[in-house]
């Protein structure tokens, strides 16, 4: 016997709405904020929402600790959307989210300032509601720079640019729509049909068919043609959409003024907006003044092209992304961060390109104020917290150079090619698991296994081959494994009996260590979230006093050595630090009179460590940056997150010059390590922004 339909009130209708159109699962406290229900709320009302699913017999997961979830296709979903709407109205059932859409396009739409009372009749929306939501309707605003103001007898209304507002709605559109759906736009507008979505307001279904995207899809479709090249899809909706905006505020009246940036006004995208300027006066009986012809043209300047169908123009897309202007502010952005984050970001090349390609376009969107988007922007600041609080500090630059804020969306952007950078250095080809082959005194056998091994496991690095082991004469040994020929018993290294021939018993066995291993690596990895402290970490064993040197080679022997003593870092550690300097100069400089010598983490480091050395005579390194050089650091860095606190530390204390007076007047390890102890405190922790 089919189940019947159980009668839904509008808050059940609700819960379902926001379940329909939830990408994946929602936790409970993510399907009270869509609805704007509280947790008990929809708990109470769960069990007539799983009613209504198996009457329709759609499969539902609702399990403590899991959340909730709709297991259906889109068509389906949209059907019982559709569904949904005929129960009672002929609009959707707002979520939260939408109701909050709804106002805001009020307010973004409205000429005049509006009443909570006529607000509320209109979109039918009690006041109590709206007064409710405004604190987030101001937050959302202050993305764009726009503030509501808010007079008793007068009512509401926003102080803002032309320009913000229209940034505005279009994001408000996108958000409606959905990204997985706004890049459809394009196509859908290909001709005169009536934009329809079940799943939006109908208010906004509205605005979207009185825009004249039909005609500002055509001129972008000229602009690709002017240009000889096709736009991203996504940048093509955006401007598509902003175009149509444009026009339509022109008709309203809503004129942007100004005077015009002279670099902006001699671009060849400045003369392909000049063409389609023609139509649009057209379309509005007006000519366009010069500061509507700037901001399409910067909307030109910060899209992403797709391809180009004009191949002398191939390369001429790629140093309109990077030119001189862009190289340089990478440059400087990866030598800051390289500070506080590692050593080897300044000189990563893939790193300062990708930057400064990136930068090519959003720069302009920085310069004018456009929408910037980064939907893992929560995820970044909580994954990288380090990297992003450094970001922030390499987007100053930006901003000391444009005279213009970054968006913390930019900034995370920064943040996630400085992270992936960080990654680099501990993915590229280098050692992991150190290896003992233990022999059975016949010399050809450990040469032929010791080949296989280097064949079957580059992963793998092999310490020492022994022909008469013994570990009681040498307790010291520093490996992670020991593969023998010969069996061994009652040892503090695991130990792999294998064949010389390496066979494929043993591949396997070795293979299935190196997992476990990888595994204790990650666990680990997790444990150390928990990040080092630069006094947790410096031991007075590894801090140094010598009268000076004649050469920095002898400088960075010296300096290494506390770390070679304690097996932290291994010699070929030593000879890629002195490599480095060869090959790109002294130029980690943190201060004056102060050098970090590093190299990559795959190239020697057995754990995280860091040496201090202070010399009462300074010495001259090859190529330095800075001048002569009188306190060295050494930083082992195993991965790309452990050592962040510390050497955050580290530098925020070394910018400090009452700090390195200290330093420079200590007589003793002992005396440095206090002189840290002592000023730490002072150095503020990162925390991530308040939302």
Same mark, same amino acid.
């Given at each position: ?9 509008? +808050?059940?209708? $609700? ?5 329909? *159109?939830?990408e994946?699962r929602?936790t409970?406290?993510e ?8 947790? +008990? ?31 259906a296709?889109?068509?389906?979903? *949209?059907q019982?959307?559709s ?9 959707i059932?707002l979520t939260h989210?939408?109701?909050? *859409?709804?106002?805001l ?22 006041r109590? =509601?709206?007064f ?11 993305d764009?720079?726009?503030?509501l ?12 640019p032309?320009?913000? #507002? !229209?940034f ?7 958000? @409606?729509i ?9 196509? /859908?507008? +290909?001709?005169?049909?009536?934009? &329809?979505d079940?799943?939006?307001s &109908?208010r ?7 825009l004249?995207?039909?005609?500002s899809r !055509?001129?972008?479709?000229?602009i690709?043609?002017?240009?000889g090249?096709?736009?991203?899809l996504?940048? #093509?909706?955006?401007?598509?959409v /902003?175009?149509?905006l ?7 009246g ?17 003369d392909v &907006? !000049?063409?389609?300027?023609y139509?649009?006066?057209e379309?509005?009986g !007006?000519?366009?003044?010069?500061a @509507?012809?700037?901001l399409? =043209?910067? /909307?030109?300047?910060?899209c ?11 390369n ?10 862009t190289l ?9 961060c390289?500070?506080?984050l ?7 090349? @893939?790193l %300062? ?7 090519g ?19 970044? #600041?909580? *994954? ?7 970001a ?13 804020p970054?968006?913390?969306?930019e900034?995370?952007n ?15 080809q280098?050692v ?18 010791k080949a ?5 496991f580059p ?7 022994m022909?008469n ?13 020991i593969?023998s020929?010969?069996p061994?018993q ?7 009996e %294998?064949?010389?021939?390496?066979d494929?018993e043993?591949?396997n ?6 997992n476990?291993?990888n +595994? ?12 080092t ?19 920095w080679?002898?400088?960075?022997y010296a300096a ?12 070929? /550690? ?10 790109h100069g ?7 009179g102060m ?6 983490? &795959? ?9 201090l ?6 010495? %001259? ?6 001048g002569p ?6 930083? $082992? ?7 962040? =606190? ?7 204390l ?13 007589l ?13 405190p ?10």
């Open positions: 016997m089919p189940l019947k339909t159980p009668f839904l009130n509008a +808050r059940q209708r $609700g819960i379902i709405d926001a379940l329909l *159109r939830a994946g929602l409970l406290t399907l009270a904020k869509a609805t704007g229900l509280s947790p +008990r709320v929809i708990r109470y009302n769960m069990d007539l929402v799983r009613a209504w699913m198996q009457s329709l017999k759609v499969e539902f997961v609702s399990r403590p600790g899991f959340g909730f979830e709709v297991l296709s889109r068509a389906q979903r *949209r019982l959307l569904n949904l709407s005929q129960l009672e109205d002929t609009d059932i989210q939408q109701r909050v *859409r709804i106002i396009l009020n307010l973004l739409t409205s000429r005049e300032p509006l009443s909570a009372s006529r607000l509320a009749d209109a979109e039918n929306i009690s109590s =509601t709206i409710k939501d405004l604190q987030e309707i101001e937050a959302w605003l202050g764009f720079g726009m503030h103001m808010r007079q008793t007898n007068r009512g509401m209304w926003l102080e803002c032309e320009s913000s #507002r !229209r505005a709605l279009l994001r408000l559109i996108r958000q @409606e959905g990204d997985s759906k706004w890049h459809l736009l394009s196509g /859908y507008f +290909r001709s005169d049909n009536r934009y &329809t079940q799943s939006i &109908t906004f279904e509205n605005l979207i068919n009185s004249p995207l039909h005609f !055509r001129l972008v479709a000229k690709e043609a002017s240009l090249r096709t736009m991203a996504r940048s #093509r909706v955006e401007i598509m /902003y175009i149509a444009a026009i339509q505020a022109m008709q309203e809503r004129w942007l003024t100004g005077e015009v940036d002279p670099v902006v006004e001699k671009t060849i995208e400045m &907006t !000049r063409l389609i300027a139509d649009i006066a379309w509005t !007006r000519a366009l003044p010069p @509507e012809l700037e399409i =043209t910067a /909307y030109l300047l910060s992403k092209w797709a391809y180009s169908t004009n191949t002398a123009l191939v001429e897309d790629y140093d309109h992304e990077i030119n001189e202007e340089q502010l990478a440059r400087d952005i990866a030598s800051l390289s500070m506080q590692h050593p080897m970001l300044k000189i990563d090349s @893939e %300062i390109e990708g930057l400064a390609g990136h930068l376009s959003n720069i302009y969107r920085i310069q004018y104020g456009m929408p910037i988007r980064n939907n893992y922007l929560d995820e970044i #600041r909580e *994954r990288y917290p380090e990297v992003y609080r450094s922030e500090d390499g987007a100053k630059i930006i901003e000391k150079r444009f005279g213009k970054v968006p913390a969306a900034i995370g920064i943040a996630l090619y400085l992270a992936a950078s960080l990654e680099r250095l501990r993915t590229e280098g992991r698991h150190r290896v003992i082959i233990a022999s059975d005194g016949v010399r050809a056998h450990p040469t032929l296994l296989r091994l280097e064949y079957e992963q793998l690095h092999i310490t020492q081959v022909n082991f013994d570990w009681d004469q040498d307790p010291e040994y520093r490996a992670d494994v593969l020929i010969l061994l009652n040892l503090p290294l695991p130990v792999i %294998i064949s010389p021939f390496l494929e043993d591949i066995a070795i293979q299935k260590w190196i476990e291993k +595994r204790e690596i990650r666990e680990k990895s997790l444990i150390s979230q928990q990040k402290s630069l006094v947790d970490l410096l031991k007075t064993s590894h801090i140094v006093i010598h009268d000076g040197f004649d050469t080679q002898e400088v960075v290494c050595q506390p770390l070679i003593r304690d097996h932290d870092i291994e010699e070929r /550690y030593l000879r890629a630090t002195s490599r480095i300097i060869e090959e002294a130029f980690m400089g943190l201060a004056p050098m970090l010598l590093h190299a990559k983490p &795959t190239e020697g480091v057995n754990q995280l460590c860091i040496s050395m202070k010399l009462r005579q300074p010495v %001259i390194f090859h190529n330095a940056e800075t050089v009188d306190i060295v650091a050494v930083l $082992g860095a195993v991965d790309n997150h452990s050592h962040l =606190t510390a050497l955050f530390q580290l530098y925020s070394v910018q400090n010059q009452a700090f390195m007076a200290d330093l420079r007047a200590a003793s390890p002992a005396d440095i390590l206090r002189t840290i102890w002592r000023w730490l002072n150095v503020h922790q990162y925390q991530p922004p308040s939302e």
